[in-house]
């Protein structure tokens, strides 16, 4: 089956300064690759994602990139903030078929310093 | 629109006794998957349903049963709960168009 690695697990950066989360997956097959940001207590939510058709994504602050070639994928947020504290998992799926299963990395803690 | 919902939002159980996760959808989404998530690893799939009547196993299985007898329903079932199964349990469903997978709240429980 897939398996996603995450780097780092914990991550902390000034305020105004970039973040970068990376992810390497194992299948091949997989082709959509969405991140998800969770506060303390909180549920996920979907903040970004990439078919593999698409190299790279961008939402105002936050981008995505997929390398397929090499089998990884990495999250970038810009101007961070102090809200953009949060974990961050990564994870990928093999869309066409018909479970579209979610692998998650072990996820990322980001704090943003003031 | 609610979205996806659990019930209960906590419950603490002794091993050995049974209880069942209540994961409610009201966005008219086909597919619908159990998760729990453990300090440190992230999220592991432990059933999953791709309709009304049919469920699978997924990576973590083991302890769990599963039933989704209503579209919008999808319930996850501990027969005799083990310390191991401590954690944070989230269900999440998507559409068949969209790839998106939407959590509920979770529920916490602790068997001691």
């Known amino acids: 089956g897939e398996n996603v690695e995450q780097h780092p697990s914990t991550l902390s950066v000034q305020e105004g300064d970039s973040a970068v989360i990376k992810c390497t997956y194992s299948?091949?097959?997989?082709?959509?690759f969405p991140w998800y940001k969770q506060e303390l207590g909180k549920r996920p939510q979907l903040i970004i994602d990439?078919?593999?058709?698409?190299g790279e994504k961008k939402d105002q602050r936050i981008a995505v990139t997929l390398n397929k070639t090499a089998k990884h994928f990495s999250l970038h947020i810009t101007e961070t903030q102090p809200e953009d504290s949060a974990v961050y998992f990564c994870?990928?799926?093999?869309?066409?078929?018909?479970?579209?299963?979610?692998?998650f990395g072990s996820g990322t803690q980001l704090t943003v310093l003031p | 629109n609610a979205g996806v919902t659990q019930t209960p939002k906590f419950r603490v159980l002794k091993t050995g006794q049974s209880m069942t996760l209540l994961c409610a959808q009201d966005?008219?989404?086909?597919?619908m998957y159990w998760y729990r998530q453990d300090p440190g690893m992230g999220l592991r799939l432990i059933h999953y349903s791709v309709g009304e009547g049919t469920t699978a196993k997924g990576e973590v299985p083991d302890g769990y049963n599963v039933s989704r007898l209503k579209k919008q329903n999808f319930l996850l079932g501990l027969e005799s709960a083990a310390p191991s199964q401590t954690s944070v349990y989230f269900c999440a469903s998507s559409g068949w168009v969209a790839y998106e997978q939407y959590f509920g709240p979770g529920t916490r429980l602790t068997v001691t």
């Open positions: 966005m008219n989404h086909e597919y």
């Open positions: 994870a990928a799926s093999e869309s066409s078929g018909s479970a579209r299963q979610l692998t």
């Open positions: 990439i078919r593999s058709n698409v």
């Open positions: 299948d091949s097959a997989s082709n959509y």
